[in-house]
Nanobody, 123 residues
Framework: DVQLVESGGGSVQTGGSLRLSCAAS????????VGWFRQAPGKEREGVAS????????VYADSVKGRFTISRDNTKNTVYLQMNSLKPDDTAMYYC?????????????????WGQGTQVTVS
């Protein structure tokens, strides 16, 4: 089974940057997309960005377009989320996840393997 480990979270001031990493034990051929999600206290988990494992196409939530960039390093089995111009509304626990069918890539229901999360706090 794939295991995911997120890292890179922390506390930053408004306008700051962080880069999150999602390291996978393996990205098997059955995994078609890797997504980043976030969940703030009292709110539903929401999709932030997704990248296909094949062609590398990306999708972003409107709330992060132009500020966040998802990328991958296949040699390291790692997907990154570069977050710039951070705002207090970006404060949440951030999770990465892998999916197979990937029809609606920003929907948590499309993903079946999840990491433990990394906290991002913007003040």
């Amino acid at each position: 089974d794939v295991q995911l480990v997120e890292s890179g979270g922390g506390s930053v001031q408004t306008g700051g940057s962080l880069r999150l990493s999602c390291a996978a034990s393996t990205y098997t051929g059955s995994i078609n997309c890797v997504g980043w999600f976030r969940q703030a206290p009292g709110k539903e988990r929401e999709g932030v960005a997704s990248i296909s494992t094949g062609g590398g196409s990306t999708v972003y939530a409107d709330s992060v377009k132009g500020r966040f960039t998802i990328s991958r390093d296949n040699t390291k089995n790692t997907v990154y989320l570069q977050m710039n111009s951070l705002k207090p509304d970006d404060t949440a626990m951030y999770y990465c996840a892998t999916g197979v069918y990937c029809a609606n890539v920003l929907s948590p229901s499309e993903y079946d393997t999840w990491g433990q999360g990394t906290q991002v706090t913007v003040s």
